[in-house]
Nanobody, 124 residues
C-alpha cells in the first residue's frame, strides 16, 4: 500500500520560512498529481497547493500565492512545499495528498492517498 510521509514542520517566527517534504513509499504512479492541504484548530481542511504529474501545472490557494511554492522530484518520489513569508494565520497541520489531477485535488473530489500531517506553527 502506498504511504505518504510528511516532514519539515516546526515552529518559526512570522516572516520566516520552512520547507515541507512528502515522501511516497510503496507503489505510486508518476502520473499522479500531488497536493497540500492544511487544517487549523476549529477549521475545515483547506486546499493549499497542487502540482501536476510532470510539474508543469500548479494551483494555489489565493492567500498563499507568491509566498508558497510547490515542487516535486519524481525520481525521489517526493513533493515539496516551500513556505516563505509565513504568517500566524498559516499555523496548521499540513497534509500531503495524491490524486488524478490538480483540479480534482483542489476540489477534494478524488484523493487517492493522504499523509499523516506535519505541524507548522508561526509565532507573531
Amino acid at each position: 500500500q502506498v504511504q505518504l510521509a510528511e516532514s519539515g514542520g516546526g515552529l518559526v517566527q512570522a516572516g520566516g520560512s520552512l520547507r515541507l517534504s512528502c515522501a511516497a513509499s510503496g507503489r505510486t504512479s508518476r502520473s499522479d498529481a500531488m497536493g497540500w492541504f492544511r487544517q487549523a484548530p476549529g477549521k475545515n481542511r483547506e486546499f493549499v497547493a497542487a502540482i501536476s504529474s510532470a510539474g508543469s501545472v500548479t494551483k494555489y490557494l489565493d492567500s498563499v500565492k507568491g509566498r508558497f511554492a510547490i515542487t516535486r522530484d519524481n525520481a525521489e518520489h517526493t513533493v515539496y512545499l516551500q513556505l516563505t513569508s509565513l504568517k500566524p494565520e498559516d499555523t496548521a497541520t499540513y497534509y500531503c495528498a495524491a490524486g488524478p489531477d490538480t483540479s480534482s485535488i483542489r476540489a477534494q473530489s478524488t484523493i487517492y492517498f493522504w499523509g499523516q500531517g506535519t505541524q507548522v506553527t508561526v509565532s507573531s
